[in-house]
């Protein structure tokens, strides 16, 4: 991305390296920041960033006075795209996320510092406005499998077609127990809470699970699924465009802070569906153009022990598509 200028922040030397070496890949003007000291004169004189990538480990996450300086400056520079990498569990930071409009973008670090692949494709989707696909996040060449999503009877046949996928690929038992609970929330997702009215209103969200549904031609909903040796992956599109940041948080944090077990079911279980695939995976991202279409993706990476997996930070993507400016990662 040519004349687009990023400002990257992180402490730790190596992590430095690996975002400079891999920014300046996209063509932008690539900037560093040492420390906090560096970071807060640079932009409080420095003007015209569009994006900005910054370690959310302490001091800034521990800092309250940073958080409002994060905030304040998402309020007064609206086109400035942020995206934190942060070594500690998302968790920790989902109340934040009910609260903070800037923390969407969340790049987990894990052991290594950070991965090249993640900060260019998150740098180009947001700075290029060009949200969706799947294999964006899967090495060059790897086409997805594909299957509609059409009648609530056939989600059995769904997610056997996903988890026979998985087994083909040599995945062990519990692997592929995540695969089949990734792909039941999604599928449910897809035909009981994605489809709207014409006036927007939830079509089918109240009904009970066990009622069938089968979807008009303008409802149904795609699952494409493929494995780049590094990751399986598992994504769920729908033509409505209904889910928004604020759902996903509000769902995610009520369910960290009251159990999944004491989330009320009154949405037809969206929430805990959410929570779920959220807890099976080592990346999460949301892709939504407003009242045209969602696209969930889904990573589970299979370099992880079950016991690294378990323990192991994970990404967290949402990107919303703003009618302004033609697309705005949030």
Known sequence: MRGKRILFFDPDPRARRVAERALAATGSEVHSAVDTAELANRLDQEAGWDLLMLCFDPPLCDDPAWIDRLAAFEAGHPRTKMVLHATEPTEEYLPLLATRPFLRNIIAKNEDPLEPDELIITAEKLLRQDLFGLQKYLLWGVEPYRVEIRDSRLKQDYIHE??????????????????????????TNAIYNAPRTETGEPKYARRSRRDPVVLADDEVGQLEFACDGDYIAIAQIDPFGALTQDTVVSYLNRCLVKGPEQLSDASGGAGIGLYRVFQSLSKFIINVDPGKRTEVICLLDLRLTMKRFRQAAKSFHIFIRDRGDGGRGL
């Open 162 to 187: 996903v988890a026979s996928y998985a087994q083909t690929l040599g995945c062990n038992e519990r692997v592929v127990e995540l695969v089949e609970t990734v792909t039941d929330e999604l599928i």
